[in-house]
């Protein structure tokens, strides 16, 4: 049991190395990669070996924590579900890191990148790894300074620094609607335990949560004339949270222009590790979603038309990486939609969006790895000047290949042949339609599919413009070294065998993760709670149609791109222009930065409250130089008063003398 | 004796004009005395009925230099250092510097 | 043997101060006054070491008589409230002496002089337990500052100086009435005058008539209110704090004796005042309207340091919001964000400072592009700024976190304001490190040097400071949980 | 004989006069001389109330004060001289350089 | 045999005061120097007998003069006043021919004070009153040569013979009602004065006589003028000593003397008090004469003092009392160091037309340290900062009007607090932070002696206030 007690060492080793880069990174080589590529491999060693313990005894779960201040712990809980993060998260950001040797090799301030990334991979850790949902915001808050640290890395840039601020502030907004959600939920377990808590009891501890739901969800407000459950309100919080983060519909626009920052932190942090920590959130703290009415309704539909409303951006988006960025939100909008399902799968619904999750994380940094091969080879990163790189660069070409049939989901329904991303995305779908037939709304359904058409097409549309045809503009490439293509090979891999090999085994590994020593949950009895009712039978025994329906899909995509791009035979020009509306819309991202910055940000925080506060307080200031003026004139005007005559003098005595006594009398009289 | 014969009239302007600058000052002053004569009036003085005449002797002289020299020293004293400071003073503050 | 080390460190200052005012040359004062706060420094730590935080009684009592006739006597302890804020000024003064190392001020032996005696008033004020002892420090402790700002200013300082020296002194005369209606009831009741700041809170709950309760409470809430500010009483501090040289500024953040005197003084006397509930909703109301107040305003500005002048106000919102939260946890979240509030602050303005003595201007939209020239100020900056705006893991998040989690229990709909801005903090702040930090590099300024040694070593120290309590808050912590669980506990015997 | 009441009356119009003419002249030496009218009227309410009250310190008060009213006259005098040298005019309106 | 001891301290003066007046004689103009240091003497052997029998009390001449608490505490402040001006002064009448009748005035004034602290008869506090007054109207007009020194005297001298008209009415009638002139006897068979309307006129009428003195606000009207044109040294005189001589004498007339009418002069004073302090304090915000300031400030000050007799209980009176010395001490040295900045404007250029204008102490704190830190501390201590004896005496004058409950008193004397620390720190500003291109001058030893004791006593005062808060609550006992 010597590997429990060292789990602590996961967050701390990368914590350590970022201390260690970022002062001694100068004088050691290649900015002193070496060390946190060490400690993210010790890191990723321990989790692995923890994974394995826990995947003979799944109910053995690490949980260990400690008194941090007042009524609040710092503690690890490492249950299946974090045990498959940690992996996946420890593994990708190594294969990143050894990959940024390469990409950053010419760059001057790599102690500064290495000892930021280092420290984004122990802030990430430690969110996979905490038992309360206090110390998950600490870190959850740490990886989004990172992201913000690394997105504005080129700081000279004035486009990435309003960049990263635009990041920072649009996740914060998410946060501030997490942190309402702890300040709601603290409120309530504060009530329920009527003013005392007891020694030793950490109420934030998710145990302890998940113990009182029944009370929370008993409690309920008025909000703008309808009841509301505070479960839904809280849980709803913490999606907002997500949103945020996992740059869900309202607050994506961040996502885009994180492209800024160097590619290999789009692969790790935008594609991989942070923009899942929303994900992360819903599923670790399931139980409060499925016993909150109406939540995991709302997470659905938004998980739905995120996947479609960023698919339909990524098809006419001409930079290689915002194509990514899209194809990244839309999948995120996937696992939500996953999430969303346990309305009507319940548990497994965990299982198969953290599956998804793994996957995508696998393909999705292959996609971004490439794609920084290739700017790397090429230099720019508009795919309309690109085109046959394929044949300079192999390796990249056909790892990129894979890892678009990946992205697009091709396999055989029923066997275990496919690719990851079949296997991952499939029941997600499956998952729908059981969903539309039990409740008869087909929206999220038909979302799923259609976005699964244009992911295929846009993805392909990609391979095609860069890989295959004529070269459009001379450019010298040559193949990426050694240190670059070696990750992209095993992620090649992953993306291509894992899926296949762990499609059944993920699924009841993670069954187990509300079921073991440190919180165990009848979830059919939060589903009552919720208005839930479970569908008895698991997928695969929709029509056959239905099952091969994505794998059409993905056909179907693949070759309207080959027809439209690989071989020009139909004349885009009509299309892809200025006067047809439709591109128009997509191509300005639906107006969305005019109503965000210009309209929202600008016009109304700024000018609006800030201007109008400003005048307020030169009122106040106005209104205490007025009192200062009033003495002044005041003392002016009095001053006349002393006219220098004698005889003036004796009038003001005499006159004194009179009208005292005639006032005392007065008085005297009144009172 | 009056060379001239003054009329009423021009006896009144004369007053008027006199008092004109003046009429401030003359409000108070008549302010003044009607509040010091209403004040005196109202008051019931307790006035012996009949003054003490002291036939054999009209005048009091022995019984101001008793009091003087018995009862009121003090301001006696302080009145002979009075006279000395003033009249240091005004020689001080008169006498020129022998120039006219 | 039982030193009398609270007298030693309020006297210290003010000893050392005179002797600053006799040394000939800059290098000879900035040598005594350091070797005065470290030698304050040192005791304070001793102090800090043997000091009981589970008990919230007084401790290292000193008492004298000074004038009995009046029942006035020189009266010194600590207890939890006190102990972090002079902590605070312990720390924080050696490295602002350590800061203005080597700017060539002229007349810098009055400057250092000023310094101490602020320093000695401010450590006065925290440890008297003689309501009339605590009104001659609070007002010394506007004496030095009035001086600082109006010599070392900035080009409308003596405006500015005027300014605050007369607004702060109306707010402290009109505590001096509820001192002395306070001081009086008691020596009607008890027979006997006497000016101990318990006795007389003891006493308030006797006076008969609840509208006299009433004023005297208000009267003292006034006084506070103006010193920390908050939000109707702030105009004073924008104009006072961006005069105001650099250390001037951060003696000003240090001057925490506004929230100080609203734990000591109004939490006690709260429960006996009659209309309680509504002097609870005002004080909630005005720390939510001062934190959206000043968050609003701070996005507002064009010059950097009143930019953080308005933040403060902001973040001195949270005190009076979680001192109204009446739950022990709130009220020491706010003791708490006094104390972060004090490290944060400090390195904000000594940032400023050395911005403005570098470029020359503290426009924002003129400067842009720092952080390549001076990137150890860069890293120092941007923690100081992460830390204002909340980011956990440092000293802001906690506070904020225990003030806005703890009081949202009794006072709901004021935190709902609250948490509103912390959206906004967060826009200003990066907004300003965005402007100032990152982006294409002003070549007007030519070629810029990094911040001395000297700098970067007592900005480094304190920021290490923020970080550290940042993440173990529970040394300072503490203390402050025991003693406002006993402020806290008097509500409950009075069945609010 | 006469009652106390037509003393005090008389005291009082003599001290009005004296105020109004304190008040309204402008040379100097004019208001001395209503000065004198006033502390005079004074002496004559002294007198009186001391004869009506039959006790005699109402007299040696007055006697004091006729000493000081000649002490002010002195130093009254000795100051008008002075400005008289140096202003050659003493009309005490035309003198307010100190004012405001 | 009738205890002499107690006269000694006047007797001594009085002394002093011929001895320099018939040396003087004899001496030429330069030898007169060793006539000031006499002098000096002179009142210090006299403060040191008041505080040596500063513990017997007694009546002396049948009662006309009372030897008691209250005046010895008010002998030691007139002494202590004259002390600092006769030291101040040995540099002022250095190389005038007249200075032994500077001193013998000087000292005659004194002596007139010191009577009128004692006196418990109507008569001997008029005369006195009048010595006091006398005697300093030739100080006032020492300058014979400077027009504003004489028209300064000419005010003083005529609006003072226009009270002391007023105040003999006043006293003929009470005389008249009550039939006896000592104060307690005028206390016992007051009934006449107490049903009919001279009592209120009487009461006007000695309000009228002592509020000159004081300077209270419709009788303030020459302080301004007078302060400003007359010697500084002397204003300093007639602001600390001879105002504090108008409180004596109002507290013996109405708290011992008409304390039946108190319902009549408590609302009087407490309309003159609010008046006299926002008047006082309002105006002096717009002034450009520092001793045009300080004279309004002392107006204002004596509006503060006023209030005790509105508040009339015993910590009110005590802090009256300790308000005077304390005034005294303070306004004696900020005139002396405005006295010490015009030697050295008129050191400079002789025909400066306005030598006090606040624009000459620009710079001061260069280049004279040692009158800048005096007069910083007196001006800190006039506004009322902590530790100094203004902020302790403003301390038990406005504590006690809470106690009586007059709540709406006190907030107003503390706004005026308030206001008045803006031209004093307008003052300090001009002092230390404005620079001048003067460079540093030796100030004269005098001035800064008597600066630096009235410093100390400011500052002990206000840190030591033990020994005289409990001086003034013995005086206080006597009155209430």
Redesign the interface.
């Known amino acids: 049991m010597a590997i429990e007690n060292m789990a602590f060492l996961i967050p701390v080793l990368p914590a350590l190395a970022f201390v260690l880069t970022f002062f001694l990174g100068k004088k050691l080589p290649n900015g002193g990669a070496i060390i946190p590529i060490i400690a993210i491999f010790t890191s990723f060693v321990i989790s692995l070996l923890i994974t394995m313990n826990l995947l003979q005894n799944p109910g053995q779960v690490v949980s260990q924590s400690y008194n941090w201040f007042a009524i609040l712990n710092v503690g690890i809980l490492i249950d299946p579900l974090a045990a498959v993060m940690l992996s996946m998260v420890s593994f990708v950001s190594l294969l990143i890191h050894i990959y940024a040797v390469g990409y950053m090799s010419h760059d001057k301030a790599q102690p500064r990148y290495f000892a930021e990334t280092a420290l984004f991979t122990a802030a990430m850790l430690g969110v996979v790894l905490s038992d309360n949902i206090l110390q998950f915001f600490v870190c959850w808050e740490l990886v989004g300074l990172c992201s913000y640290l690394l997105i504005g890395f080129w700081f000279e840039k004035p486009s990435a620094a309003s960049a990263a601020k635009k990041a920072f502030l649009t996740t914060r907004v998410g946060d501030v609607m997490f942190l309402a959600g702890i300040i709601l939920l603290f409120a309530d377990i504060f009530k329920i335990f009527n003013g005392s808590i007891p020694q030793g009891v950490y109420v934030l501890r998710f145990d302890e949560i998940f113990s009182h739901i029944p009370e929370i969800a008993a409690l309920n407000t008025q909000i703008f004339g309808f009841e509301v459950s505070h479960l839904t309100l809280i849980t709803l919080l913490f999606f907002g949270g997500a949103v945020g983060k996992s740059g869900q519909f309202p607050l994506h626009v961040w996502l885009p222009d994180a492209m800024e920052g160097p590619t290999t932190v789009s692969a790790l942090i935008h594609a991989a590790t942070m923009v899942t920590a929303g994900v992360y959130l819903v599923a670790r703290t399931f139980p409060m979603f499925i016993a909150a009415p109406y939540s995991l309704l709302i997470v659905a539909y938004i998980g739905a038309f995120t996947a479609l409303f960023a698919a339909t951006m990524g098809l006419v988006m001409n930079d290689i990486k915002r194509i990514l960025a899209y194809s990244t939100i839309s999948q995120l909008g996937y696992m939500m939609l996953g999430l969303g399902m346990g309305a009507v799968i319940g548990i497994t619904a965990v299982g198969d969006s953290l599956f998804h999750l793994i996957n995508h994380a696998f393909f999705k940094a292959l996609l971004f790895l490439c794609a920084g091969s290739v700017i790397h080879a090429v230099g720019t990163q508009d795919i309309r000047q690109m085109g046959g790189v394929g044949k300079v660069m192999p390796i990249t070409f056909a790892t990129m290949l894979i890892a678009s049939l990946a992205l697009a989901g091709f396999g055989i329904p029923g066997t275990s042949i496919g690719v990851s991303g079949f296997f991952s995305k499939d029941p997600i779908i499956e998952a729908a339609y059981l969903f539309g037939e039990s409740t008869e709304n087909w929206f999220p359904y038909l979302f799923s599919i259609v976005a699964a058409l244009l992911t295929s097409i846009y993805i392909f549309r990609l391979i095609f413009m860069t890989f295959t045809g004529k070269p459009r503009t001379s450019y010298g490439g040559h193949e990426s070294p050694a240190v670059m293509t070696v990750p992209l090979i095993i992620l090649g891999l992953l993306a291509l065998v894992f899926g296949a090999l762990t499609k059944t085994s993920f699924g009841n590994f993670l069954k187990e993760t509300f079921g073991n020593n440190f919180v165990s949950i009848d979830i059919h009895a939060l589903a009552e709670m919720g208005e839930y009712h479970l569908a008895s039978h698991g997928s695969g025994s929709e029509p056959l149609i239905i099952l091969w329906m994505p794998v059409i899909v993905a056909f179907a995509g693949l070759l309207i791109s080959y027809l439209i791009y690989g071989m020009r035979i139909l004349d885009m020009s009509s299309i892809v222009s200025r006067n047809n509306p439709i591109y128009k819309l997509l191509y300005n991202r639906y107006y969305q930065n005019a109503i965000y910055t210009e309209f929202l940000a600008v016009k109304v925080v700024y000018e609006g409250l800030s201007l109008a506060g400003r005048s307020i307080d030169r009122g106040f200031d106005w209104l205490v130089n007025f009192i200062g003026h009033i003495f002044m004139e005041l003392a002016d005007g009095l001053r006349q008063l002393q006219t220098g005559v004698v005889q003036n003098y004796a009038t003001a005595v005499i006159t004194g003398v009179s009208l005292l006594v005639i006032l005392l009398k007065l008085i005297m009289e009144v009172f | 004796m009056l060379n001239k014969h003054f009329t009423i009239m021009q006896i009144l302007t004369a007053v008027y004009n006199f008092f004109r600058p003046r009429i401030a000052g003359m409000v108070i002053a008549i302010l003044f005395f009607a509040v010091v004569i209403t004040s005196i009036v109202y008051t019931s003085w307790n006035s012996v009925d009949q003054i003490p005449q002291n036939p054999m002797d009209q005048s009091n002289i022995k019984g101001i230099g008793m009091l003087i020299f018995t009862d009121l020293v003090v301001p006696f004293e302080i009145l002979s250092i009075v006279l000395l400071s003033t009249l240091m003073g005004a020689i001080y503050m008169a006498k020129g510097d022998g120039t006219q | 043997m039982e030193i009398p080390i609270l007298s030693l460190i309020v006297l210290i200052p003010f000893l050392f101060s005179v002797l600053t005012l006799l040394t000939k040359n800059k290098e000879q004062a900035r040598a005594v006054a350091l070797l005065s706060s470290v030698v304050v420094l040192t005791l304070t730590v001793y102090m800090y070491l043997n000091f009981d935080s589970n008990t919230a009684q007084m401790q290292f009592q000193e008492f004298a008589q000074w004038v009995p006739s009046l029942g006035i006597n020189y009266q010194l302890g600590i207890d939890g409230i006190s102990m972090p804020l002079v902590l605070l000024n312990a720390i924080v003064i050696p490295f602002l002496i350590l800061f203005t190392w080597n700017d060539e001020k002229n007349h810098s032996n009055r400057f250092y002089a000023l310094l101490l005696a602020t320093q000695g008033a401010v450590i006065g004020v925290f440890v008297s337990l003689d309501f009339f002892l605590f009104y001659v420090f609070w007002e010394l402790t506007l004496v030095p500052l009035f001086f600082m700002v109006s010599i070392w200013g900035g080009p409308a300082k003596h405006k500015a100086a005027i300014k605050f020296f007369i607004y702060t002194h109306v707010g402290s005369l009109v505590m001096l009435l509820g001192i002395f209606a306070l001081y009086f009831t008691a020596w009607k009741q008890t027979g006997t005058p006497n000016m101990n700041i318990e006795h007389l809170l003891s006493q308030f709950q006797f006076i008969s008539d609840g509208l006299s309760r009433n004023l005297i409470f208000l009267a003292l809430l006034f006084g506070f209110l103006v010193k920390i500010p908050s939000f109707p009483f702030h105009s004073w501090l924008p104009d006072a704090y961006v005069e105001a040289p650099t250390a001037g500024s951060v003696l000003f953040v240090l001057l925490k004796i506004g929230g100080y005197g609203l734990f000591r003084v109004s939490l006690p006397l709260l429960p006996f005042t009659p209309s309680m509930d509504l002097m609870v909703t005002v004080m909630a109301a005005l720390g939510s309207v001062s934190i959206l107040y000043g968050a609003f305003l701070a996005l507002a500005q064009r010059d950097l340091k009143r930019m953080v002048a308005y933040s403060s106000i902001s973040h001195m919102g949270y005190v009076t919001l979680g001192a109204a939260g009446l739950v022990s946890l709130s009220v020491s979240g706010a003791m708490f964000q006094q104390f972060s509030h004090g490290l944060i602050m400090s390195i904000m303005f000594m940032s400023c400072g050395v911005i403005n003595r570098a470029t020359g201007t503290r426009i924002i939209n003129d400067l842009g592009g720092l952080a390549g020239k001076m990137p150890k100020l860069a890293v120092i900056m941007m923690l100081a700024f992460m830390a204002s705006l909340g980011l956990p893991g440092l000293t802001g998040f906690i506070a904020e976190f225990m003030v806005l989690t703890f009081t949202y229990i009794n006072q709901p709909t004021y935190v709902i304001i609250a948490i509103l801005a912390v959206i906004i903090t967060a826009a200003y702040h990066l907004w300003a490190m965005q402007r100032t930090m990152f982006g294409v590099y002003n070549q007007k300024f030519g070629v810029l040097k990094d911040i001395s040694a000297s700098q970067t070593f007592s900005m480094a120290i304190i920021a290490l400071l923020i970080l550290y309590f940042g993440l173990n808050p529970s040394p300072v912590l503490n203390m402050m949980i025991t003693n406002s669980e006993k402020l806290v506990s008097l509500l409950a015997v009075t069945g609010v | 004989m006469i009652p106390l009441f037509y003393y005090l009356a008389l005291s009082a119009i003599i001290f009005s006069i004296g105020l109004f003419g304190f008040m309204t002249q402008r040379s100097g030496i004019r208001m001395l001389m209503c000065v004198e009218l006033m502390l005079n009227a004074a002496n004559i309410n002294l007198v009186a109330f001391s004869s009506y009250n039959a006790d005699l310190t109402g007299q040696v008060f007055a006697l004091y004060s006729i000493a000081l009213a000649a002490a002010e006259a002195a130093i009254g005098f000795a100051i008008l001289m002075s400005i008289y040298r140096v202003r050659d005019m003493i009309n005490l309106d035309k003198i307010n350089v100190l004012r405001w | 045999m009738v205890d002499l001891t107690l006269l000694t301290p006047e007797l001594t003066l009085?002394g002093t005061?011929l001895v320099v007046?018939s040396i003087g004689l004899f001496l030429n103009t330069n030898a007169k120097k060793i006539l000031s240091y006499l002098a000096s003497l002179g009142i210090l052997a006299s403060l040191v007998l008041v505080l040596t029998n500063l513990g017997n009390g007694g009546m002396?001449?049948?009662e006309?003069?009372s030897f008691d608490a209250l005046s010895q505490f008010f002998k030691i402040v007139f002494l202590s006043v004259a002390l600092l001006v006769s030291i101040a002064s040995i540099k002022y009448t250095e190389g005038n021919s007249?200075t032994e009748?500077f001193y013998?005035?000087l000292i005659?004034?004194t002596?007139?004070m010191m009577?009128v602290a004692s006196a418990n008869?109507l008569?001997?506090l008029?005369?006195?009153f009048?010595?006091a007054s006398?005697?300093t109207?030739?100080?006032a007009?020492f300058e014979?040569?400077n027009?504003?020194s004489?028209?300064?005297?000419?005010?003083y001298?005529?609006?003072g013979?226009?009270?002391?008209?007023?105040m003999?009415?006043g006293?003929?009638?009470i005389?008249?009602?009550t039939?006896?002139?000592s104060i307690p006897g005028v206390a016992e068979n007051i009934n006449?004065l107490l049903?009919?309307?001279?009592g209120?006129?009487s009461?006007?009428?000695m309000?009228?006589g002592l509020?000159?003195k004081i300077a209270l606000?419709?009788?303030h009207?020459?302080a301004?003028?007078t302060y400003?044109?007359s010697p500084s040294v002397v204003s300093s005189l007639l602001a600390a000593g001879s105002k504090k001589m108008g409180f004596v004498a109002a507290f013996k007339v109405f708290m011992v003397g008409l304390i039946a009418l108190q319902?009549?002069w408590t609302?009087?004073f407490a309309?003159l008090a609010v008046i006299t302090m926002t008047?006082g304090n309002?105006?002096?915000?717009?002034?450009n004469s520092v001793k045009r300031m300080l004279a309004y400030s002392s107006v204002a000050q004596a509006g503060y003092i006023t209030m005790s007799f509105v508040v009339m209980s015993k910590t009110a009176l005590a802090g009256a009392i300790l308000y005077a010395l304390s005034h005294g001490f303070m306004k004696a040295g900020a005139f002396i160091a405005t006295a010490a900045v015009i030697y050295m404007v008129l050191s400079e250029k002789k025909d400066s037309e306005m030598p006090d204008h606040i624009d000459n102490f620009r710079g001061l704190g260069k280049r004279m340290p040692i009158t800048a830190l005096c007069m910083t501390i007196f001006l800190?201590a006039l506004a009322g900062?902590?530790?100094t004896a203004g902020?302790m005496s403003k301390?038990?004058l406005?504590?006690s009007t809470?106690?009586a409950g007059l709540?709406w008193l006190?907030?107003i004397a503390?706004?005026n607090?308030?206001?008045s620390?803006?031209y004093y720190?307008?003052v300090v500003?001009y002092m230390?932070?404005l620079s001048s291109e003067g460079e540093k001058i030796a100030e004269p030893v005098p001035y800064t002696v008597a600066m630096i004791i009235a410093a100390i006593f400011v500052l002990a005062i206000g840190f030591w206030?033990?020994p005289f808060?409990?001086w003034a609550?013995e005086a206080a006992k006597v009155l209430i």
């Open positions: 009085v005061g007046l002396l001449f049948n006309t003069l007249h009748e013998s005035l005659f004034a002596v007139g009577f008869d008569i001997v008029f005369v006195a009048e010595l006398l005697a109207y030739a100080l007009g014979k040569k027009p504003l004489l028209e300064a005297s000419m005010k001298f005529m609006i013979a226009l009270s002391a008209a007023l003999l009415f006293i003929s009638f005389y008249g009602a039939g006896t002139t006449i049903g009919s309307p001279i209120l006129l009461v006007v009428l309000i009228a509020g000159f606000v419709p009788f009207m020459w301004p003028d400003q044109g319902a009549e609302t009087a309309l008047l309002i105006v002096a915000l717009s002034q800190f900062i902590p530790l902020y301390f038990v406005f504590a809470i106690e709540v006190a907030v503390i706004l607090s308030a206001i620390l803006f720190a307008r500003k230390y932070f206030s033990e808060i409990y609550m």
